[in-house]
T-cell receptor, first 119, second 116 residues
Framework: GAGVSQSPRYKVAKRGQDVALRCDPISGHVSLFWYQQALGQGPEFLTYFQNEAQLDKSGLPSDRFFAERPEGSVSTLKIQRTQQEDSAVYLC?????????????????FGAGSRLTVL | AQTVTQSQPEMSVQEAETVTLSCTYDTSESDYYLFWYKQPPSRQMILVIRQEAYKQQNATENRFSVNFQKAAKSFSLKISDSQLGDAAMYFCAYRTFTGANSKLTFGKGITLSVRP
């Protein structure tokens, strides 16, 4: 598609429920990132994929958070047994291949995010 | 680890005037990129301007320009002829390309309001 698409746009979950957030990156973009943005704060890195390989998951706050990108395109961020502190906007971004990055077209394009509220 | 600091939580500017948003960063890398992103209430993060660290010339995009001071690790954004549509949160961000460490690191952001 023309941009990064995220769904759902809004999600309300009861504490303890599992949620799944979807990201459709720009077609052909190799790199995909997930960020967590608390209210009034800057986005915090969660995890990074290059194609289907998860190269960096150092930002995932606990083992309740899991991300996958099985075919190197669509990605899903799953949060198990949600807690109130998980309430945030979850942003997905994609960017072209590394070779393109080095040539200067190094831009992350972001989706509009999924706002998760845990009651 | 890289850090990005935006020490001003809020700023206000009169329409048509000029405003400068400050950003400092810390890194041991020599090759990296710096960005300013705009986030309106719609939450869509929009790229405003980028700067390659190896370029001495400051980047410019229409009414937006940067003052990049590599030695001081400073990267400020100047908005000229401010418009009502410029009101948003602005985030300074850093990115390197060392191996798998290709993530974008953001500052906490600054809320810019534009007075008519």
């Amino acid at each position: 598609g023309a941009g990064v698409s995220q769904s759902p746009r809004y999600k309300v979950a009861k504490r303890g429920q599992d949620v799944a957030l979807r990201c459709d990156p720009i077609s052909g973009h190799v790199s995909l990132f997930w960020y967590q943005q608390a209210l009034g704060q800057g986005p915090e890195f969660l995890t990074y994929f290059q194609n289907e390989a998860q190269l960096d998951k150092s930002g995932l706050p606990s083992d309740r958070f899991f991300a996958e990108r099985p075919e190197g395109s669509v990605s899903t961020l799953k949060i198990q047994r949600t807690q109130q502190e998980d309430s945030a906007v979850y942003l997905c971004a994609s960017s072209p291949s590394r070779t393109v990055l080095l040539s200067g077209a190094n831009v992350l394009t972001f989706g509009a995010g999924s706002r998760l509220t845990v009651l | 680890a890289q850090t990005v600091t935006q020490s001003q939580p809020e700023m206000s500017v009169q329409e048509a005037e000029t405003v400068t948003l400050s950003c400092t960063y810390d890194t041991s890398e020599s090759d990296y990129y710096l960005f300013w992103y705009k986030q309106p209430p719609s939450r869509q993060m929009i790229l405003v301007i980028r700067q390659e660290a190896y370029k001495q010339q400051n980047a410019t995009e229409n009414r937006f320009s940067v003052n990049f001071q590599k030695a001081a690790k400073s990267f400020s954004l100047k908005i000229s002829d401010s418009q009502l549509g410029d009101a948003a949160m602005y985030f300074c961000a850093y990115r390197t390309f060392t191996g798998a460490n290709s993530k974008l690191t953001f500052g906490k952001g600054i809320t810019l309001s534009v007075r008519p």
